[in-house]
């Protein structure tokens, strides 16, 4: 079966940065994903589509069409006050809060200098070109009920 939209996707990958750094993988059909739903970066998609179950590739993505090109308007200092438990902020850590146009997005702490903490709205993978080792290991038919969410249910998937 042919990926288009509509099929039920599983992957087996590695993602590298340029570099070779190991960024993220996924192995023993763990992976899968509604093709034409938006579900993975469009550079990805747009690589596997048109590709049948067994075919391995390597997709190189762009900052543009993969996480976005670094903003680095979305990175600020603000007063360890901003947070509920400050004694508990740490590097690395990620929180949930609201961009000026109402959308949820991700903030991670990426810096701690006394009572000021730097923060950024970016992507983790923002701006980094992205590397895909892919196999494409299953290709189906979505579900009538996979249509109507526009996700992938895995066994025991319950709304």
Known sequence: M???????????YTL???QGEVLDQSQNGQFAYLHGASNIIPGLENALTGKTEGERLNVKVSPEQGY???DESLSQVVGMEMFESPDQ??????????SGDGNRIVITVTNIDGDQVTIDG???LAGITLNFDVTVVNV???TQQELE???????GHDH
């Open 2 to 12: 042919t990926i288009s939209a509509n099929k039920v996707v599983t992957l087996d």
């Open 16 to 18: 590298t940065d340029d």
């Open 68 to 70: 976005g090109v670094r």
């Open 89 to 98: 902020v740490q590097v690395g850590q990620q929180f949930h809060a609201q």
């Open 122 to 124: 970016n992507h983790p």
């Open 140 to 142: 189906r038919d979505a």
């Open 149 to 155: 969410h526009q996700h992938v249910h895995a066994h």
